[in-house]
């Protein structure tokens, strides 16, 4: 299964949500691959604090991909891990392209009342030239860093957003804005490994990893 998450901007959770997903799909004893497509290579940084800080853990193997002809490359390494989660990057580049043609889940975590929903015009653009070439394609917003208080006022908001975008679903899971997630990607962890756990940031993030993997 390919995953990509990605998006058209720096900021909303993209890394975030990569990385909790393969450290989960890890501890579920997944064989998961993380590409970084990410000039900034967060990605690589958070498994490499991982394994500084907590060699005794399941360790994740990501690498950093680059280039237009990187959809082979994917291709190829999906034969090789059950789950390949690409975190793509904050900017419509070749590679997130790329990234597209080969890609089953198109994840898009976006923050509600941010310039973020602006972006949606053009994912929604990238998805139909890309449909010809992958139609089975699915795309899904997650909703990121919600104001603990402000689920439904932004579910609302998003679902209102999403219907001009009928190539754009919106998922039933929601992150809120929460410190748990700053901490566990510093310390090249996800949420549910975290010794003092968020209860909330744990099961946001396991009711998006299920959902995700349900839809595969
Ligand atoms: N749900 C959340 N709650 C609190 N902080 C978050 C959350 N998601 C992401 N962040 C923080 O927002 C910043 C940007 O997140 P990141 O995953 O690096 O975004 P991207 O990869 O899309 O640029 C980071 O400092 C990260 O810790
Ligand atoms: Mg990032």
Known sequence: MILTVGGEKGGPGKTTIATNLAAIATQNDVDVLLI??????????????????????????????????????????????????????GRDSVELRASLVVTELFLIPLRPSQFDVWTLPKLQELLVMVSPINPSIKAFVVANQVHPTS????????????????????????????????????????????????????SEILGLYSEVFNEA
């Open 36 to 89: 970084n497509t990410d000039p900034q290579d967060s990605a690589g940084y958070w498994a490499s604090n991982r394994m500084s800080i907590y060699p005794a853990n399941k360790q994740i193997s990501c690498i950093s991909l680059r280039g237009d002809t990187i959809a082979k490359d994917i291709q190829d390494l999906s034969q090789r891990y059950k789950v390949v989660i690409i975190d793509a990057g």
């Open 151 to 202: 689920f439904d006022r932004a579910r609302l908001e998003m679902q209102n957003l999403l219907s001009e975008y009928p190539k754009i679903h919106l998922l039933k899971a929601m992150l809120g804005s929460r410190a748990a997630y700053q901490n566990a990607i510093c310390e090249g962890l996800s949420v549910t490994e975290m010794l003092k756990k968020d209860l909330k940031a744990n």
